[in-house]
């Protein structure tokens, strides 16, 4: 069991940024690919960012890249979504999940077996 609790949401207007954070414990995290999910309403829960725990690697969904920058605090535990040049589109309650490091570039949401609560982010034009 791996417990994950987001915080950093919030409304904000076109072209601000926020930064999310996802406190992690429970178990060993470096066992696990740590990530940020997103679901807006009538809309599936996408992948956004993804982080390796063990050797920091990183993959992003295109429409975010260059814009998001996904991090870890080591001393802390903690994972971090730094989101810049926010747009409408991105409005969303994001999620932290964790998931097996054995298959880190799977960007499906069924391969992750933990989540978090939600943060709320809405952008506003």
């Known amino acids: 069991q791996v417990q994950l609790v987001e915080s950093g949401g919030g409304l904000v207007q076109a072209g601000d940024s926020l930064r999310l954070s996802c406190a992690v414990s429970?178990?060993?995290?470096?066992?696990?690919?740590l990530g940020w999910f997103r679901q807006a309403p009538g809309k599936e829960r996408e992948f956004v960012a993804g982080?390796?725990?063990?050797?920091?690697?990183?993959n992003y969904v295109d429409s975010v890249k260059g814009r998001f920058t996904i991090s870890r605090d080591n001393a802390k535990i903690t994972l971090s979504l730094q989101m810049d040049g926010l747009k409408p589109e991105d409005t969303a309650v994001y999620y932290c999940?964790?998931?097996?490091?054995?298959?880190?570039?799977?960007?499906?949401?069924?391969?992750?077996?933990?989540w978090g609560q939600g943060t709320q982010v809405t952008v506003s034009s």
């Open positions: 982080l390796k725990w063990t050797d920091g690697r990183t």
């Open positions: 999940a964790a998931g097996n490091q054995l298959f880190w570039l799977v960007r499906s949401a069924a391969a992750y077996a933990y």
């Open positions: 429970g178990r060993a995290f470096s066992d696990y690919t």
